[in-house]
């Protein structure tokens, strides 16, 4: 089946946080939307079939998770990264972030430290300091147009007292899918000092060619048994308000661990759509990927051509993975709040302001290119007109 991805769908009026909830965010509503990590293409039909079909018995009381249900995420892991993982370790959190506060609160104490690697998605700040933790900011080095480990950095902050290390892989929103060897190193570095490595890997499916996700836990039996890993389909296939994610943990005590703290809040059922869709995604959804990955990359292309032509002064960071996009736009000299409030008025776009995602963030904004190919270019085409007022 051809998919098509340059279908314009009109999503307001569904209280839609991207494009209904603009206003909230940026005190303007008539702006065109790049910027919540959501795409604007219709959700797969595999998945909306399969909820059809389950919405059409009309109980919706308690359920619990089929057999076929893991062995979907099961083949999934397999098939996408060559990773062999078992039911045993798979748990669940209602969203991503949940599942990193859950497994701060499972694997600390309040006061223990917790490294975080600016710029980084930025509800990792939260996820520590609302769990009243000790932030230890150790910023990725920005290495010929590439976010790198600081790893000397890493080591020279660290204390008996540093528990965990918050890991975006691949990160957000620089788009790097980390090598094996990037990998290696860092978590040797926290073997060496009994960190766990709590992974945030929702963007792992959205792998670009000639680049590789590596799952954390993929890497040995040892790093397996230091750290939980929190991945979801809603990225990959536009299901984000289902709340649903799956949370690894191969180690047997922390997987018991992390089970209580999801029983003390009564998370762990979730809700009967969000299975329907992750069983759907993970059983169907190869080839919809594949077409999804292809359009995305052709859209990134667009965008880096039309800014080398028309807006040099903006770096653009190629990503090897996700849908999002990080430009640099420091060359023109503005403060954070200034390059916003610019785009906001003058290029009438909703972008994500890289400041909020902390240490060198600042001058950057981040764009999704999640979206059909012609509200792409209207959005370069304002940001041409906008900054050629300067």
């Known amino acids: 089946m051809k998919y098509n991805f340059d279908e314009k769908i009109d999503r307001t009026g569904t209280n839609c946080l991207k494009h209904d909830g603009m206003g909230m965010y940026f005190k303007a509503d008539d702006l065109l939307p790049l910027w919540v990590a959501d795409m604007d293409f219709r959700t797969p039909d595999f998945i909306m079939n399969a909820i059809r079909k389950r919405a059409e018995h009309e109980v919706l009381g308690y359920t619990f ?96 007292n540093t528990k965990l290390l918050l890991l975006s892989n691949p990160q957000n929103p620089g788009g790097m899918a980390w090598t094996r060897e990037e990998l290696v190193a860092l978590t040797d570095i926290c073997l060496e000092n009994k960190i ?33 890993i929190s991945m979801a389909p809603s990225k990959t296939f536009n299901v984000a308000g289902l709340s649903s994610s799956l949370v690894i943990i191969p180690d047997k005590t922390k997987f018991a661990r992390y089970e209580r703290t999801m029983g003390v809040g009564h998370l762990g059922m979730g809700n009967i759509f969000g299975t329907i869709a992750m069983e759907a995604a993970y059983t169907h959804g190869d080839e919809w ?35 999002l996009v990080w430009l640099d736009f420091s060359a023109y000299g503005m403060k954070n709040d200034e390059l916003m409030k610019f785009t906001i008025e003058e290029a009438k776009l909703a972008l994500n302001d890289g400041g909020r995602f902390g240490t060198g963030g600042d001058g950057w904004l981040r764009v999704n290119v999640g979206c059909p190919k012609s509200v792409l270019e209207e959005a370069l085409e304002r940001l041409k007109k906008a900054f050629a007022m300067l």
């Open 196 to 228: 766990m490595i709590i992974s945030d890997e929702i963007h792992s499916d959205l792998i670009f060619k000639g680049n590789r996700h590596i799952p954390l836990a993929s890497i040995s039996e040892e790093v397996a048994n230091n750290c939980m």
């Open 289 to 323: 990927l594949e077409q999804l990955l292809d359009y995305l990359w052709k859209n990134y292309n667009t965008l880096e051509d039309f800014i080398t032509k028309h807006l040099p002064k903006v770096k653009v960071m190629k990503p090897e993975a996700t849908y």
């Open 65 to 160: 998770r089929p057999d076929s249900y893991f062995q979907s995420i099961i083949n999934w892991m397999k098939r996408r990264h060559n990773w062999d993982i078992k039911k045993e370790w798979i748990s669940f959190s209602p969203g991503v972030v949940a599942g990193l506060t859950l497994g701060i609160e499972t694997f600390s104490k309040p006061g223990d430290g917790v490294v975080v690697m600016p710029p980084v998605y930025f509800p990792f700040f939260d996820c520590v300091k609302g769990t009243k933790r000790k932030m230890i900011e150790n910023p990725l080095k920005l290495e010929n147009g590439r976010y790198t480990f600081d790893l000397e950095d890493l080591k020279s902050k660290i204390d008996e």
